[in-house]
């Protein structure tokens, strides 16, 4: 059973934000740093101090709120999600997943591009009912237990559900980057009779453990650069894998360490020549913050990364047998890889390399991605039969 749900912050909260902020004991910076140590001061303290006197989240809330969402009780795991319906009489199924961190404002953009394409001047013979989860640990859904065995597989088995017993779709696509790209991947292995299709932004971070000595030198390249990529600016994950929860004491406890913390990546990860509002407004990575920080699921969220590690779902050896579209922007992490590098572990039937973007492309480019999960979904076999759903109760 599904119940409405509307975000509704007690006001405690936000003075005690402000207080927070207000009192923020800065750290000293080195000279001339830029960003190369993490995120800069200059910037930082220009986003806070939009923060207290200027951003206004009973705003961002009200506008949230316009978006239909809801909670449902699966497994015992209270689970928030956003359900837009499409125009049209058959609109077809998507569940978008978001990964960290980031939360389920990344799709805010490309709903209505999405649920009433006609507006935006497409083809309104293709419109998509959404289905947005936040995931465990994130937001407004409940955590998991992080020694959960496999907890990547579990979420997909809560999300499958949510699909079919909840929302009675008998089959659907699923779409997502960063978590939501593994996520997608084990809902196809796990239930292939259920899904019709994925699209990805990345192919994963499982298949960075391929043999190098196995694969052909455009494939090694791309390997090296990852890998570089990954020493150079990968210290965030090994913290999140080894120690999530001393971490999670101090971004639990200062809005301005937790903004640092999760501003860093956005930086580090969007196509943005060095000014990273090119990429973002200030209202928007303040949303998003503001998600994590209002809930208190910094922590949780955290703990996902060391749960995965020490239990991991995918393996290099698994293989998405059903069709699977990718939409890669150039700036994600690590870059675009070779296709025959994807196809080791997927069935790529569409590819797109995009001229511009990051990884957080439903936030930062999102008529790119809108547009390509359109084509993608076009180019399949779609009849009525194939995507029915049952009639829900409204």
Known sequence: MRKAFNINIDQSLLDDLQKRIADTRWTNETENAGWEFGTNETYLKALCDYWQHNFDWRKQEADLNRLPHFKTKIEDVNIHFIHAKGRGR???????????????????????????????????????DLIIPSLPGIGFTDAVNATHEQPMRYTARLFWKLMTEVLGYKRF???????????????????????????????????????????????????????????????????????????????????????????????????????????????????????????????????????EMLSPTLTTADYVNIPVGLGLFPKDIGGVPPREFAER??????????????????????????????????????????MATKTLAK
């Open 90 to 128: 058959n609109p077809t199924p998507l569940l978008l997943l978001h990964g960290w961190p980031d939360s389920f404002y990344r799709f805010h953009k490309i709903i209505p591009m999405l649920t009433d394409p006609a507006s935006f001047g497409k083809d309104p013979s293709l419109t998509f």
């Open 173 to 307: 696509f699923s779409a997502g980057g960063d978590g939501g790209s593994p996520l997608s991947q084990t809902l196809a292995i796990d239930y292939p009779q259920s899904l019709t299709g994925i699209y990805l932004t990345d192919l994963g971070w499982h298949v960075g453990n391929i043999d190098p000595a196995k694969v052909s030198k455009k494939e090694r390249h791309y390997l090296d650069k990852a890998k570089q990529a990954s020493y150079k600016d990968g210290a965030y994950a090994m913290v999140q894998v080894t120690k999530p929860q001393s971490l999670a004491y101090s971004l639990t406890d200062s809005p301005v360490g937790l903004a640092a913390w999760l501003i860093d990546r956005f930086y580090g990860w969007c196509d943005c020549d060095g000014n990273i509002e090119a990429s973002f407004t200030k209202d928007e990575l303040l949303t998003n913050i503001m998600i994590y920080w209002l809930t208190g699921t910094i922590g949780s969220s955290m703990r996902n990364y060391r749960a």
């Open 345 to 386: 572990t997927l069935k790529v039937q569409h590819w797109t390399e995009m001229p511009k973007g990051g990884h957080f492309a439903a936030l930062e480019q999102p008529e790119l991605l809108a547009d390509d999960i359109i084509k993608f979904v076009s180019t399949l076999a779609i009849t009525k039969d194939s």
